[in-house]
């Protein structure tokens, strides 16, 4: 596998930004390896050694590169500037992202500021241990340095968007210091950290040291800068770091104040057309894109794939790491895409979102004849890799092997035991704004848990190494749950043959990855959560039915647990009747196991378990599930432990939990409910009181900060264009786009057409879906829907659909030969956001006709679910008087294609005024031909004229003529609304 590049060092040349491999010590760089990212963000390979050029003074070390981010006409270099090892795997490290450093691109003077913040911010922040640590306590040996596989730290720290500094807009004014470093440092290293303590102390920073922590020597440095022309010291106008920069690596200038930042500022030197939206949203965009990747829920290795099983691994593959990691986990794929279409595949480092954490534990024989193993809670990888090597350096110099553990070693055995979690790519997101499932069967929250169980120095040649996997994710259906409930109600969608498709399709994949699923559903069976587990269970039912998983047969196994009813009365440990349905099948299907380098036994199957987040019900019942496997493991290899019921296993329990947390805060925002219980298997009124305080600060992140998070993420991930950051300013909030829009309105077209016109000599010419009032006769109600609109040889059909049930609600006919008038132009509904008020993409039509009197005006469906009686007044005239013969309806184009991408989403497609032009002639045209033809409704259009009766043909001509004006708009608009904008958009935004 062709080597990545793990150190370098990114400086600012007058012409972009050069990373350059920082090679190992006693090395000259290789400048071939070297690439210069120019300000317009294309990334090219340094064809021109620049190391005897004059470039900028300051480089920030960085342990890899995550992507470019492009927002609008803007570009963002997102590179690791903190990592932290936290388990090993074969002798691979696995590092856990702990900070990123956002670099602009848009020229040299704003790049080196903000490559001097970020290198500073690095140094104030690596290994510092908190203020009132006592200082005694803060001495430690030169060779105390983390180990890769002692205890787990947390997921991430518990830092919330508003903690972070506003990377553009927040401004730092200088600071006058009136302090010595001697005071600084000696009275105060507390607060400097290891750094300061290294440097006080006898022994200082060894070069080894500094390599374990992942830094370079003083001296490698100052070869290396001198090399590429990078000096040791800042000059006196470059060293404005901290008072001119923020924490984040954005520069800033000015007073100590925050203030609004115009479009133009941000950045300086771009080109091409901007939204101003999007770039008023920049300082938020890159301020939760640092949160987010800094938040300690992102992993990757340089050598070791993790985004597929131990059991999947391409041992001795020529091929980049990238080409080997699956899609399903890649997710930094899309921002890297520049990288690799230029070739760069060195600097192409796949990260996964999710965890990882390892436990070392060693298993001594029992002292008396009882059967159970003592597990060694206190034993460190550190402590058993040495026993390990000073075991293989004994077996070198002696003819006898070392003793086998399993027939009564007095040593005992050392294991270690990983736990790798993975999340998806696809339908990947927060809480309540990604539920159930889109079209292409991915559902949301899918997430792939990994143990492994292994050696400490995993070698397979006298040991084995075990995997057990297991599945979590939404219930595979189309519903939603409103996020302003603290018990939302469900909200199914779509018929049951809409359903059963993705549902199927879902399944398929499933057991195409993984072989045989069986499903553990852990909703209620009353209550809210009812209705949407019947529908779980007559799909399960309704697919083997029809021949299984595979059309063969093969069935799809499923068992429905009321966890809250059935261990009601906090009594947790009732999962054990959960445990033993599941038996069977998680003993057939087994787990995988290697011997001798080889895969001597592969697992079969999965299982998939869900409630209704897929976060705290199934943590407890996944960690259940582990410690059976992992009990099993053990027994096979003659070691007989009690997991449940130990004391000295409690670390299993914390490393799942810590498992469970990590996978709460990506998807709810908290750690995980029930921890008590997972940690301790043991439920306390002190742990409810716990979840009761995480229920209401997952309550708040779901109606404040997931919205524009969720938008950042599909962005990220290329699932959306940046025109969602306009449609998140626009109405506070992002859509969840679970079915291809066209798709659904093309669909919609096909069944109105099937419901609505019933002349068989009546020909459809087109069919749009517009955005209408949702009553006739008006122009402006206080929402709108959308609905649709048919045209035929003969007739206009404006049908209102029920969406969720996919049915027609009601449809109006309107003869050709009866419409009066077409009249398009600005069509302003609001004037809340700037998206509301641009008259290029707020435009409409009207659509006048008459009536005949008696007729019927609108046909309702009375099985649609809602069916009830909708604008009665404006259907039937008041008692005592006639018809009203002057009527209209109203249409507002709509967006020509989604914020969200899709697999045709390059088709090019007209804007909002080139589709009102389009539907407006061509109806005209239609109804003119027909007109000509003789009137659709029989009767004659004639004039007088001195005596003679003369057929005359009115033409219809389409009107330009504002709908609705922006002054209209704005005199329509209330204070309380513009308020209440105001006030949310303080809040959200």
């Not at 009564?408 to 736990?419: M, Q």
């Not at 949407?532 to 697919?543: D, F, P, R």
């Not at 008020?837 to 009536?851: C, E, M, P, Q, S």
Request: proline share 4%; with cysteine; glycine share 6%.
């Amino acid at each position: 596998m062709p080597g990545l590049v793990r150190k370098l060092l990114i400086f600012a040349a007058v012409d972009g930004l050069i990373l350059q491999p920082a090679p190992p010590r006693n090395h000259t760089p290789t400048t071939q390896q070297a690439i210069k990212i120019d300000y317009r963000g294309n990334v090219k390979p340094l064809l021109k050694d620049r190391r005897e050029e004059d470039t900028a003074p300051v480089a920030l070390e960085a342990h890899g590169i995550i992507g470019l981010l492009k927002v609008a006409t803007s570009f963002f270099l997102i590179s690791i500037s903190g990592r932290e090892p936290v388990a090993q795997i074969c002798g691979n490290s696995i590092f856990k992202i702990t900070d990123v450093a956002l670099i602009p691109l848009s020229s040299q003077s704003d790049a080196q500021l903000a490559l001097t913040a970020a290198r500073e911010h690095v140094q104030r922040h690596i290994k510092t241990p908190s203020e009132d640590e006592d200082a005694s306590e803060s001495e430690t040996d030169d060779n105390d340095t983390l180990s890769v596989t002692d205890s787990i730290v947390d997921a991430g720290p518990d830092t919330t968007l508003e903690q972070v500094k506003d990377p553009v807009t927040e401004q730092k004014a200088p600071v006058e210091r009136k302090t010595s470093v001697a005071e600084d440092v000696i009275q105060k290293k507390g607060v400097y950290g290891r750094f300061a303590e290294r440097w006080f102390s006898k022994k200082g920073w060894s070069t080894e040291s500094r390599r374990v922590q992942g830094l370079s020597s003083e001296e490698d440095l100052a070869t290396t800068n001198n090399q590429i022309g990078v000096e040791s010291s800042v000059p006196e106008e470059s060293t404005r770091s901290v008072t001119d920069s923020n924490d984040n690596g954005i520069p800033t200038s000015g007073e100590n104040e925050r203030e609004a930042v115009s479009p133009e500022e941000i950045p300086k030197a771009l080109e091409g057309q901007k939204d101003s939206t999007t770039m008023a949203l920049l300082p938020k965009i890159l301020r939760t894109t640092k949160l987010y990747f800094g938040s300690g829920n992102f992993f990757f290795s340089y050598d070791y794939d993790l985004s597929r099983g131990i059991g999947q691994q391409q041992a001795d593959s020529n091929l980049p790491l990238f080409l080997q990691s699956d899609p399903l986990y890649f997710w930094n794929q899309h921002i890297l895409s520049p990288f690799i279409d230029a070739g760069q595949h060195n600097f192409v480092l796949p990260v996964i979102q999710g965890f990882v954490g390892q436990r070392a534990f060693s298993i001594k024989p029992p002292e008396s004849g009882s059967s159970s193993a003592i597990i060694d809670p206190a034993s460190t990888a550190d402590d058993i890799q040495l026993q390990s090597w000073r075991e293989q350096i004994s077996d070198s110099n002696s003819d006898s092997g070392r003793p086998d553990p399993k027939v009564g070693s007095s040593s005992g055995k050392d294991f270690l035991l990983t736990l790798i979690s993975r999340r998806s790519v696809k339908r990947a997101g927060l809480r309540y704004l990604r539920r159930g499932v889109d079209d292409e069967g991915n559902a949301a929250n899918s997430v792939e848990t990994e143990q492994i169980l292994s050696p400490a120095t995993w070698e397979t040649s006298r040991d084995k190494i075990f995997s057990f996997t297991q599945y979590r994710g939404s219930i595979p259906l189309f519903f939603s749950q409103s996020p302003y409930s603290l018990k939302p109600q469900v909200n199914t969608w779509g018929t049951t043959e809409t359903n059963a498709k993705a549902f199927k399709r879902h399944f398929t994949d499933l057991g195409a990855r993984y072989g045989s699923i069986y499903c553990a559903s852990l909703v209620d069976k009353h209550g809210t959560e009812a209705k949407i587990g019947e529908a779980y269970e007559q799909h399960v039912k309704s697919l083997n039915r029809d021949g299984g998983l595979d059309g063969q047969g093969k069935e799809l196994g499923f068992e429905w647990f009321d966890f809250h009813y059935v261990c009601r009365g906090m009594r947790f440990e009732n999962v054990a009747r959960l445990m033993a349905t599941l038996g069977p099948f998680l003993k057939s299907t087994g787990w995988t196991e290697i011997s001798d380098d080889a895969i001597v036994k592969t697992q079969t199957g999965i299982l998939r378990t869900n409630c209704m987040d897929c976060l705290d019900r199934t943590n407890v019942v996944q960690s259940a599930c582990a410690r059976t496997a992992l009990e099993a493991q053990l027994s096979e290899e003659g070691f007989h432990i009690d997991l449940q019921h130990d004391p000295s296993t409690n670390w299993f329990n914390t490393l799942w939990a810590d498992n469970g947390d990590a996978i709460s805060r990506q998807y709810a925002g908290t750690a995980a409910l029930k921890g008590d219980f997972t940690r301790t298997r043991k439920r306390q009124i002190t742990g409810a009181l716990t979840d009761f305080g995480l229920t209401l600060t997952r309550y708040y992140n779901n109606i404040v900060n997931d919205f524009f998070t969720q938008a950042v993420i599909d962005y990220i991930l290329g699932r959306a264009t940046d025109a969602i950051f306009a449609e998140f300013e626009a109405d506070m909030k992002s859509s969840d786009y679970f079915i291809d829009v066209r798709k659904v309105r093309e669909a919609a077209i096909e069944r109105c057409e099937g419901i609505v016109i019933e002349d068989k000599d009546e020909d459809l010419i087109a069919g749009w879906t517009l955005s209408v009032p949702t009553s006739a006769n008006k122009l402006k109600t206080a929402t709108f829907e959308e609905a649709v609109l048919l045209l035929t040889n003969k007739a206009v059909y404006f049908c209102r659909l029920d969406w969720g049930t996919e049915k027609v609600r009601e449809f109006e006919r309107i003869d050709l030969d009866l419409i009066d008038g077409i009249a398009r132009g600005v069509y302003i509904t609001s004037t809340l956001a700037q998206r509301h008020t641009d008259a290029k993409k707020n435009v409409g039509f009207i659509l006048r006709y008459r009536v005949h009197p008696g007729s019927e005006l609108v046909r309702r469906n009375t099985r649609s679910i809602d069916s009830r009686e909708r604008g009665e007044p404006q259907d039937k005239p008041a008692k005592g008087q006639t018809e009203d013969t002057g009527r209209f309806l109203a249409f507002k184009a709509l967006p020509p294609c989604s914020s969200v991408t899709s697999a045709d989403s390059n088709e090019i497609q007209d804007d909002e005024m080139s589709v009102v032009k389009d539907i407006c002639e061509e109806i005209a045209r239609v109804a003119n031909k027909a007109r000509r033809h003789g009137p659709a409704s029989g009767e004659s259009i004639v004039s007088q004229d001195n005596g003679d009766t003369t057929a005359t043909i009115h033409e219809l001509v389409v009107e330009e003529k504002d709908i609705i004006s922006l002054v209209d708009a704005k005199k329509s608009t209330g204070y309380l609304e513009q308020l209440g904008y105001s006030l949310k958009k303080l809040v959200w935004a």
